[in-house]
């Protein structure tokens, strides 16, 4: 059974940056999506961010391309998203998850079997 573990929310004023860390405990299988996901109050989650485990490949959701990265260390099972140039709407709460399928469709909450608790990002104008 996997745990995954977020770290790195809090708030920041507009322009301002952040990183946020999800580190995977117990056991994996050896090629995995890695997905970051937000979710507004009273909204569905929604895919911002994932990357294969298996060669590093990102995938990026429209409204955060250019501005936040995705990436991992495979030595600390940690996957990383660099958040910068953030605006108001990128308050959210944000969640890593996993999973071992790949249909190609990285960004889709429902494909993915393994959640963090979730850390809150919070973005002044």
């Known amino acids: 059974q996997a745990q995954l573990v977020e770290s790195g929310g809090g708030s920041v004023q507009a322009g301002g940056s952040l990183r946020l860390s999800c580190r995977a405990y117990g056991y994996l299988s050896g090629r995995n999506y890695i997905g970051w996901f937000r979710q507004y109050p009273g909204k569905e989650r929604e895919g911002v961010a994932a990357?294969?485990?298996?060669?590093?490949?990102?995938v990026y959701a429209d409204s955060v391309k250019g501005r936040f990265t995705i990436s991992q260390v495979n030595s600390q099972n940690t996957v990383y998203l660099q958040m910068n140039s953030l605006k108001p709407e990128d308050t959210a709460m944000y969640y890593c998850?996993?999973?071992?399928?790949?249909?190609?469709?990285?960004?889709?909450?429902?494909?993915?079997?393994?959640w963090g608790q979730g850390t809150q990002v919070t973005v002044s104008s």
């Open positions: 998850a996993s999973t071992a399928m790949n249909r190609g469709r990285p960004l889709v909450t429902s494909d993915y079997n393994y």
């Open positions: 990357l294969w485990t298996g060669d590093g490949s990102p």
